[in-house]
C-alpha cells in the first residue's frame, strides 16, 4: 500500500502542490518572490559555496537527465556500451556531486556561524538546507555503492517508473527492487519540490525578462548654483 502511495499517487500530489503552490505564491506574494540574499551580512564564503553549489547541481543535473530521461535503448543504439555508459557516469558524476556537497557544507556552516545570519534565518531556510543535504548524501551514496559495472541498473527500473510519471501512467512495479537508498533519495527530491513554493527557492524562475524591455534610468548630477 505504502509502494502503490509512493510510486502511483505522491509524485502527482507533488506536482499539483509545486503549479499550485507557485500560482498562489506570485499572486499573493510577489515581493516575498527573491532569494532574501544575504551577502550584505557576509560575502566572502558565499560566493565560494554558491560558485560550487550551483556549478556541482548543473552537472549533477545534466546526469539526471542523460540517466533518467533517454531510455538505456538510445544509448545501445548509438554503440554505447554498460560499461561504457557506468564508467561515464561514475567519472563525472562523482566529482559533481563532491563539489555541490562541499558547496552545500559551506552554505550550512555559514548559517551555523555567522551569528547575524544565523539569527535572520527562518524554519524554511533550514527545511530546504536539511532536504537538501538528505538528497544529495543519499544521491552520493547511492552512486559511490554502485561503482561496480554489474551493480543496481537504475536505468531499467527508476528511469522507466520515472517516464511513465511523466506520461501519467506511473507504474509501481518497476521500484520493486530499488534498493533503500535510491527510494530515500527520490523522496527526500520530491519532498523539496512540496516546499520549494513556500520557500527561497523560488528564485530559481527569476528572470529578469523586464530588463530587456525597459527605458534607460537617466541620472543626472546635481551641479551647485552659482554665486
Not at 139 to 148: E, I, K, M, R, Y
Request: charge should be positive; charged fraction near 15%; glycine fraction near 6%.
Amino acid at each position: 500500500m505504502l509502494e502503490q502511495f509512493l510510486w502511483g499517487y505522491f509524485p502527482y500530489i507533488v506536482l499539483t502542490i509545486f503549479i499550485g503552490g507557485h500560482i498562489y505564491r506570485y499572486q499573493h506574494d510577489q515581493f516575498g518572490w527573491t532569494t532574501k540574499s544575504s551577502e550584505f551580512l557576509e560575502k566572502k564564503s558565499l560566493r565560494l559555496g554558491s560558485i560550487l553549489f550551483h556549478w556541482g547541481i548543473i552537472f549533477v543535473f545534466i546526469g539526471h537527465v542523460m540517466g533518467i530521461l533517454i531510455p538505456k535503448s538510445f544509448y545501445d543504439a548509438i554503440g554505447i556500451s554498460e560499461h561504457t555508459y557506468h564508467t561515464l557516469a561514475i567519472a563525472f558524476g562523482l566529482p559533481a556531486g563532491i563539489v555541490s556537497i562541499v558547496g552545500l557544507v559551506i552554505f550550512i556552516q555559514r548559517r551555523l556561524t555567522v551569528k547575524r545570519i544565523r539569527l535572520t534565518s527562518s524554519k524554511a531556510d533550514w527545511l530546504v538546507l536539511i532536504l537538501l543535504a538528505i538528497v544529495m548524501l543519499t544521491g552520493f551514496a547511492s552512486t559511490s555503492l554502485n561503482v561496480n559495472a554489474n551493480g543496481f541498473d537504475y536505468r531499467t527500473t527508476i528511469s522507466p517508473w520515472f517516464r511513465t510519471v511523466l506520461t501519467f501512467r506511473a507504474d509501481p512495479t518497476y521500484m520493486e527492487s530499488v534498493p533503500i537508498w535510491f527510494k530515500i533519495h527520490i523522496v527526500s527530491a520530491l519532498c523539496i519540490f512540496v516546499v520549494w513554493p513556500f520557500t527561497r527557492l523560488v528564485h530559481v524562475f527569476s528572470m529578469p525578462f523586464r530588463y530587456l524591455s525597459r527605458s534607460y534610468v537617466v541620472y543626472r548630477r546635481r551641479m551647485p548654483k552659482q554665486q
